[in-house]
Protein backbone atom coordinates (compact mmCIF):
# COMPACT_ATOMS: atom_id res chain seq x y z
CA UNK A 1 0.00 0.00 0.00
CA UNK A 2 1.53 3.33 -1.16
CA UNK A 3 2.23 5.85 1.39
CA UNK A 4 0.77 9.28 1.58
CA UNK A 5 2.39 12.06 1.24
CA UNK A 6 1.56 15.51 2.46
CA UNK A 7 1.07 18.10 -0.10
CA UNK A 8 3.47 20.92 -0.69
CA UNK A 9 2.58 24.02 0.22
CA UNK A 10 4.54 27.09 -1.08
CA UNK A 11 4.68 30.63 0.77
CA UNK A 12 5.39 34.09 0.04
CA UNK A 13 5.66 36.83 2.39
CA UNK A 14 4.96 40.51 1.98
CA UNK A 15 5.46 43.94 3.31
CA UNK A 16 2.92 44.78 5.97
CA UNK A 17 0.89 46.57 3.05
CA UNK A 18 0.18 43.55 1.12
CA UNK A 19 3.33 43.97 -1.61
CA UNK A 20 6.01 41.88 -2.67
CA UNK A 21 9.54 43.29 -1.69
CA UNK A 22 12.54 42.77 -4.18
CA UNK A 23 14.16 39.72 -4.87
CA UNK A 24 17.25 42.06 -4.08
CA UNK A 25 16.61 44.76 -1.74
CA UNK A 26 19.92 46.02 -1.86
CA UNK A 27 20.00 46.24 -5.08
CA UNK A 28 16.66 47.54 -5.30
CA UNK A 29 17.42 50.54 -2.69
CA UNK A 30 20.61 52.01 -5.44
CA UNK A 31 17.75 51.32 -8.16
CA UNK A 32 15.17 54.04 -6.43
CA UNK A 33 18.12 56.26 -4.89
CA UNK A 34 19.19 56.88 -8.71
CA UNK A 35 15.35 57.56 -9.88
CA UNK A 36 14.49 54.21 -11.33
CA UNK A 37 11.01 52.72 -9.89
CA UNK A 38 10.99 49.11 -8.62
CA UNK A 39 7.89 47.50 -9.55
CA UNK A 40 5.86 45.41 -7.08
CA UNK A 41 2.59 43.25 -7.04
CA UNK A 42 0.48 43.53 -4.03
CA UNK A 43 -1.03 39.94 -3.09
CA UNK A 44 -3.56 41.26 -1.05
CA UNK A 45 -5.32 42.51 -3.48
CA UNK A 46 -5.56 39.43 -5.84
CA UNK A 47 -6.85 36.81 -4.00
CA UNK A 48 -8.14 33.97 -6.13
CA UNK A 49 -6.36 35.76 -8.69
CA UNK A 50 -3.52 34.54 -11.31
CA UNK A 51 -0.98 36.89 -11.69
CA UNK A 52 1.88 37.62 -13.96
CA UNK A 53 4.93 39.17 -12.95
CA UNK A 54 5.20 43.26 -14.05
CA UNK A 55 8.94 43.15 -14.79
CA UNK A 56 10.24 39.20 -15.33
CA UNK A 57 14.08 38.95 -15.24
CA UNK A 58 16.02 36.44 -16.53
CA UNK A 59 15.44 32.99 -15.43
CA UNK A 60 16.45 32.37 -12.85
CA UNK A 61 18.88 35.04 -11.91
CA UNK A 62 18.36 38.41 -10.01
CA UNK A 63 19.02 40.64 -12.74
CA UNK A 64 16.79 43.33 -11.74
CA UNK A 65 15.55 44.32 -8.05
CA UNK A 66 12.40 42.68 -8.62
CA UNK A 67 13.43 39.40 -10.75
CA UNK A 68 10.46 36.87 -10.02
CA UNK A 69 8.28 35.38 -7.69
CA UNK A 70 10.27 34.21 -5.01
CA UNK A 71 8.56 31.38 -2.62
CA UNK A 72 9.21 28.95 0.14
CA UNK A 73 8.22 25.19 0.79
CA UNK A 74 9.73 25.84 4.20
CA UNK A 75 7.82 28.43 6.28
CA UNK A 76 10.57 28.79 8.76
CA UNK A 77 13.24 30.01 5.82
CA UNK A 78 10.38 32.72 4.86
CA UNK A 79 12.40 35.62 6.51
CA UNK A 80 16.22 35.32 5.23
CA UNK A 81 15.82 37.16 2.27
CA UNK A 82 13.68 40.21 3.08
CA UNK A 83 14.70 43.77 3.03
CA UNK A 84 12.80 43.85 6.61
CA UNK A 85 12.23 40.40 7.94
CA UNK A 86 9.19 41.80 10.75
CA UNK A 87 6.47 42.68 10.67
CA UNK A 88 5.37 40.64 7.90
CA UNK A 89 1.87 39.44 6.44
CA UNK A 90 2.33 35.84 4.77
CA UNK A 91 0.62 34.42 1.60
CA UNK A 92 -0.01 30.72 0.10
CA UNK A 93 0.68 30.42 -3.27
CA UNK A 94 0.49 27.92 -6.42
CA UNK A 95 3.49 28.57 -8.94
CA UNK A 96 2.20 28.83 -12.33
CA UNK A 97 3.89 28.08 -15.60
CA UNK A 98 7.82 27.89 -15.93
CA UNK A 99 9.58 27.20 -12.09
CA UNK A 100 13.06 27.59 -11.83
CA UNK A 101 15.74 27.26 -8.52
CA UNK A 102 19.06 28.24 -8.09
CA UNK A 103 20.36 24.97 -7.04
CA UNK A 104 22.47 23.61 -3.92
CA UNK A 105 22.46 22.11 -0.81
CA UNK A 106 20.57 24.86 0.92
CA UNK A 107 18.13 25.63 -1.78
CA UNK A 108 15.08 22.69 -2.26
CA UNK A 109 12.76 24.40 -0.46
CA UNK A 110 13.19 27.39 -3.06
CA UNK A 111 11.22 27.75 -6.04
CA UNK A 112 10.85 30.86 -8.42
CA UNK A 113 8.22 31.42 -11.24
CA UNK A 114 7.03 34.40 -13.30
CA UNK A 115 3.51 33.41 -12.26
CA UNK A 116 1.51 32.65 -9.26
CA UNK A 117 -1.79 31.78 -8.33
CA UNK A 118 -2.87 33.11 -4.95
CA UNK A 119 -4.70 31.01 -2.66
CA UNK A 120 -5.48 33.00 0.51
CA UNK A 121 -3.65 34.56 3.50
CA UNK A 122 -2.47 32.96 6.57
CA UNK A 123 -1.24 33.37 9.55
CA UNK A 124 2.29 35.37 9.97
CA UNK A 125 3.54 33.43 12.56
CA UNK A 126 3.98 30.46 10.40
CA UNK A 127 6.93 32.20 9.10
CA UNK A 128 8.96 30.88 12.46
CA UNK A 129 8.08 27.37 11.85
CA UNK A 130 5.08 25.36 13.16
CA UNK A 131 5.79 26.41 16.66
CA UNK A 132 5.67 29.77 15.67
CA UNK A 133 2.45 30.97 17.26
CA UNK A 134 4.21 30.01 20.45
CA UNK A 135 6.93 32.18 19.69
CA UNK A 136 4.97 35.54 19.01
CA UNK A 137 3.29 34.80 22.51
CA UNK A 138 6.39 34.36 24.20
CA UNK A 139 7.94 37.58 22.58
CA UNK A 140 4.91 39.56 23.24
CA UNK A 141 5.11 38.81 27.53
CA UNK A 142 8.85 39.88 26.91
CA UNK A 143 8.06 43.33 28.24
CA UNK A 144 6.61 41.91 31.51
CA UNK A 145 8.99 39.18 31.72
CA UNK A 146 11.87 41.75 31.36
CA UNK A 147 9.94 44.00 34.18
CA UNK A 148 10.14 40.95 36.17
CA UNK A 149 13.17 39.85 35.89
CA UNK A 150 14.72 43.23 36.75
CA UNK A 151 13.27 43.37 39.82
CA UNK A 152 14.40 40.05 40.57
CA UNK A 153 17.54 41.45 39.87
CA UNK A 154 17.00 44.96 41.84
CA UNK A 155 15.89 42.82 45.29
CA UNK A 156 19.23 40.67 45.35
CA UNK A 157 21.78 42.40 42.89
CA UNK A 158 24.51 39.69 44.47
CA UNK A 159 22.59 36.29 44.14
CA UNK A 160 20.75 37.33 41.04
CA UNK A 161 24.15 38.19 39.44
CA UNK A 162 25.47 34.92 40.37
CA UNK A 163 22.79 32.68 39.14
CA UNK A 164 23.33 34.42 35.51
CA UNK A 165 26.94 34.43 35.61
CA UNK A 166 26.47 30.39 36.09
CA UNK A 167 23.66 30.46 33.77
CA UNK A 168 25.83 32.39 31.21
CA UNK A 169 28.96 29.76 31.76
CA UNK A 170 26.64 26.81 31.39
CA UNK A 171 25.49 28.14 28.54
CA UNK A 172 28.74 28.78 27.04
CA UNK A 173 30.13 25.39 28.53
CA UNK A 174 27.30 23.44 26.40
CA UNK A 175 27.02 25.50 23.21
CA UNK A 176 23.63 25.44 23.63
CA UNK A 177 22.59 28.66 21.27
CA UNK A 178 26.09 28.73 19.21
CA UNK A 179 25.97 24.94 18.15
CA UNK A 180 23.01 22.75 19.42
CA UNK A 181 20.01 25.82 18.76
CA UNK A 182 21.77 27.16 15.51
CA UNK A 183 22.16 23.68 14.34
CA UNK A 184 18.90 22.40 15.33
CA UNK A 185 16.93 25.62 13.51
CA UNK A 186 19.52 24.85 10.23
CA UNK A 187 18.53 20.97 10.42
CA UNK A 188 14.82 21.86 10.58
CA UNK A 189 14.35 24.73 8.02
CA UNK A 190 13.98 27.27 10.82
CA UNK A 191 16.89 29.38 10.50
CA UNK A 192 15.80 32.54 9.12
CA UNK A 193 12.99 32.63 11.95
CA UNK A 194 15.29 31.39 14.65
CA UNK A 195 17.44 34.65 13.80
CA UNK A 196 14.40 37.05 13.39
CA UNK A 197 13.07 36.00 17.05
CA UNK A 198 16.85 36.71 18.39
CA UNK A 199 16.74 39.92 17.42
CA UNK A 200 12.61 40.88 18.44
CA UNK A 201 13.11 39.28 21.65
CA UNK A 202 16.39 41.29 22.39
CA UNK A 203 15.20 44.02 21.32
CA UNK A 204 12.06 43.50 23.15
CA UNK A 205 13.50 43.07 26.75
CA UNK A 206 16.49 45.30 26.00
CA UNK A 207 14.31 48.04 26.13
CA UNK A 208 11.89 47.22 28.61
CA UNK A 209 15.10 46.60 31.05
CA UNK A 210 16.56 49.99 30.10
CA UNK A 211 13.49 51.90 30.68
CA UNK A 212 13.12 50.37 33.98
CA UNK A 213 16.48 51.60 34.98
CA UNK A 214 18.71 48.22 34.96
CA UNK A 215 22.22 48.67 35.23
CA UNK A 216 23.94 48.14 31.88
CA UNK A 217 25.32 44.31 32.77
CA UNK A 218 21.72 43.60 34.08
CA UNK A 219 20.35 44.50 30.42
CA UNK A 220 22.67 42.20 28.60
CA UNK A 221 21.88 39.42 30.83
CA UNK A 222 18.01 40.04 30.79
CA UNK A 223 18.63 40.55 26.68
CA UNK A 224 20.53 37.10 26.24
CA UNK A 225 18.04 34.93 28.76
CA UNK A 226 14.97 36.36 26.75
CA UNK A 227 16.64 34.89 22.93
CA UNK A 228 17.48 31.97 24.74
CA UNK A 229 13.80 31.48 26.09
CA UNK A 230 12.15 32.26 22.60
CA UNK A 231 14.90 29.84 21.36
CA UNK A 232 13.90 27.31 23.37
CA UNK A 233 10.16 27.37 22.70
CA UNK A 234 10.92 27.89 18.55
CA UNK A 235 13.06 24.44 19.27
CA UNK A 236 11.31 22.55 22.02
CA UNK A 237 10.26 19.87 19.82
CA UNK A 238 14.18 19.61 18.29
CA UNK A 239 15.60 18.93 21.95
CA UNK A 240 13.77 16.12 23.31
CA UNK A 241 15.57 13.05 22.13
CA UNK A 242 17.68 12.53 25.42
CA UNK A 243 18.02 13.25 28.84
CA UNK A 244 21.03 16.28 27.56
CA UNK A 245 19.02 17.25 24.96
CA UNK A 246 16.26 18.19 27.20
CA UNK A 247 18.73 19.83 29.51
CA UNK A 248 19.50 22.00 26.72
CA UNK A 249 16.23 22.89 26.68
CA UNK A 250 16.04 23.66 30.15
CA UNK A 251 18.64 25.55 30.10
CA UNK A 252 17.81 27.60 26.98
CA UNK A 253 14.24 28.19 28.71
CA UNK A 254 15.63 29.81 31.86
CA UNK A 255 14.38 27.09 34.27
CA UNK A 256 17.04 28.23 36.89
CA UNK A 257 17.22 31.44 36.83
CA UNK A 258 14.48 32.20 39.59
CA UNK A 259 15.46 30.03 42.13
CA UNK A 260 19.18 30.11 44.15
CA UNK A 261 18.73 26.92 44.56
CA UNK A 262 19.07 25.62 41.04
CA UNK A 263 22.46 27.47 40.54
CA UNK A 264 24.26 24.29 41.65
CA UNK A 265 22.50 22.28 39.10
Not at 183 to 212: C, F, I, Q, V
Not at 223 to 242: F, K, M, P, T, Y
Amino acid sequence: MARSTRPVVHYMATRPDGTVPPTCWDYAKYAEAHGETVPTVNLADHIGETVDHPSPGKKWYTDKPFSYFHMYTRSGEILERLESPWPVRLFVVEPRGETGNWGGHYYPYWLMSHQVHVVDETDAWRVFGHRGENVLNTIAQLPDLARQWIEAWAADPDGTRHRYSAWDERLDDTRAVSDWARGKARYSRRAAGLETAYMLAGDAAEKAATDAGAAPDAVAAISLRARCLVAGQLLHDRLLRCSYEKSLRALLLGTQLDTAASVAA
